[in-house]
T-cell receptor
Framework: DGGITQSPKYLFRKEGQNVTLSCEQNLNHDAMYWYRQDPGQGLRLIYY???????QKGDIAEGYSVSREKKESFPLTVTSAQKNPTAFYLC???????????FGEGSRLTVL | EDKVVQSPLSLVVHEGDTVTLNCSYEVTNFRSLLWYKQEKKAPTFLFMLTSSGIEKKSGRLSSILDKKELFSILNITATQTGDSAVYLC??????????WGAGTKLIIKP
């Protein structure tokens, strides 16, 4: 079945450590996105990628980094520079431009 | 500043009731409005609305957009416990960027 796989589902880290969240899709979609979801707030865009080897900052890119070396993969690194990294992270993809977004199951990061 | 506001923030109804969820927006370069359902983790797509006044329907769910008054509603008739979820509204303002509302948490009691 086609879809988006995020891992790990739950992650605990100490302050000051970088962590990488994985996102893999087998939908053959060109565009991929990373969102952050916090209680009581709308989803906020961290980074997006329109095509392999290209990505753009979203609204809250500070303290995060991404790469897009393969069409299927769009990993997100939460660096120690991110002031408040504890959150629920959602990866999504779309065929080309946004018409319908397909989401992964999310990764919940807790920084202790 | 662009914004999308959903109301109510939460709603509790009984099975069989009809509910109306609201989404108002002030977004420069509006292109379309999207509704998603988030049951546990992954939001799933419901509707995309681009033209004013045209109702989109899928089973017991329907939605309409009013571009003059800058809002959309999502109706769910004959609600079931499986409709319990957070309903998210988002406005597309560029090819790849959306502004999201905070969501309406809907609880259906048996």
């Amino acid at each position: 079945d086609g879809g988006i796989t995020q891992s790990p589902k739950y992650l605990f880290r100490k302050e000051g450590q970088n962590v990488t969240l994985s996102c893999e899709q087998n939908l053959n979609h060109d565009a991929m996105y990373w969102y952050r979801q916090d209680p009581g707030q709308g989803l906020r865009l961290i980074y997006y990628s329109q095509i392999v080897n290209d990505f753009q900052k979203g609204d809250i890119a500070e303290g995060y980094s991404v790469s897009r070396e393969k069409k299927e993969s769009f990993p997100l690194t939460v660096t120690s520079a991110q002031k408040n990294p504890t959150a629920f992270y959602l990866c999504a993809s779309s065929i080309y431009r946004i018409g319908e977004l397909f989401f992964g199951e999310g990764s919940r990061l807790t920084v202790l | 500043e662009d914004k999308v506001v959903q109301s109510p923030l939460s709603l509790v109804v009984h099975e069989g009731d009809t509910v109306t969820l609201n989404c108002s927006y002030e977004v420069t370069n509006f292109r379309s409005l999207l509704w998603y359902k988030q049951e546990k983790k992954a939001p799933t797509f419901l509707f995309m609305l681009t033209s004013s006044g045209i109702e989109k329907k899928s089973g017991r769910l329907s939605s309409i957009l009013d571009k003059k008054e800058l809002f959309s509603i999502l109706n769910i008739t004959a609600t079931q416990t499986g409709d319990s979820a957070v309903y998210l509204c988002a406005v597309l303002y560029s090819n790849y960027q959306l502004i999201w509302g905070a969501g309406t948490k809907l609880i259906i009691k048996p």
